[in-house]
Antibody
Framework: EVQLVESGGGLVQPGGSLRLSCIAS????????VHWVRQTPGKGLVWVSR????????VYADSVRGRFTISRDNAQNALYLQMNSLRAEDTAVYYC????????????WGQGTLVTVSS | DIQMTQSPSTLSASVGDRVTITCRAS??????LAWYQQKPGKAPNLLIY???SLQSGVPSRFSGSGSGAEFTLTISSLQPDDFATYYC?????????FGGGTKVEIK
């Protein structure tokens, strides 16, 4: 069974940092591009970042570029999102999700982890 | 960025109704469009990919059509389990973008 399990969310003050993790199982992790998508409580879905299957290529939304870093460890079947200089508007549930290389929809999602940025 | 506009934002319907949701892209995205269903407190679930391909395990009452910049999701006969929010997503050009969602409510 394909599984993606996020962790690392919590309450952090504005300007602080947090590192999210996503552990994959049930499939060959290194064959997939993986993404972070976030959802503000009660609002819609916003794509955040993507990393290709060997980690050599990353893409970010304008709203997080320069503050967030996506990375992966294929040996550990793990995806990460290092979030620095956090702002109130980064408050959201963060999902990890997978897609095949290049043009691909997201066929499996984690359960999400809540990040709250507040003083 | 490609803007994805869904309509309506809310839809009231009864069990057994035929339901259609529209998604318009601000530029052509070929057929690189997906539809997701999301229930409260849960992650989105892929229904349709490449505009009209049914994801494995998804009931055949769901169908997608369109290409270029205009797309539709149709539920042929609404079931109790289908009351949820539906999102379209383009995956043609970065940044990947989602529509604002359509909430299907019980009439």
């Amino acid at each position: 069974e394909v599984q993606l399990v996020e962790s690392g969310g919590g309450l952090v003050q504005p300007g602080g940092s947090l590192r999210l993790s996503c552990i994959a199982s049930g499939f060959t992790f290194s064959n997939y591009w993986v993404h972070w998508v976030r959802q503000t409580p009660g609002k819609g879905l916003v794509w955040v970042s993507r990393i290709n299957n060997d980690g050599s290529s990353t893409v970010y939304a304008d709203s997080v570029r320069g503050r967030f870093t996506i990375s992966r460890d294929n040996a550990q079947n793990a995806l990460y999102l290092q979030m620095n200089s956090l702002r109130a508007e980064d408050t959201a549930v963060y999902y990890c999700t997978r897609g095949l290389p290049n043009y691909s929809s997201f066929d499996s999602w984690g359960q999400g982890t809540l990040v709250t940025v507040s003083s | 960025d490609i803007q994805m506009t869904q309509s309506p934002s809310t839809l009231s319907a009864s069990v057994g109704d035929r339901v259609t949701i529209t998604c318009r892209a601000s530029q052509s995205i070929s057929s690189w469009l997906a539809w997701y269903q999301q229930k409260p407190g849960k992650a989105p679930n892929l229904l349709i990919y490449k505009a009209s391909s049914l994801q494995s395990g998804v009931p055949s009452r769901f169908s997608g059509s369109g290409s270029g910049a205009e797309f539709t999701l149709t539920i042929s006969s609404l079931q109790p389990d289908d009351f949820a929010t539906y999102y379209c997503q383009q995956y043609s050009i970065n940044p990947l973008t989602f529509g604002g969602g359509t909430k299907v409510e019980i009439k």
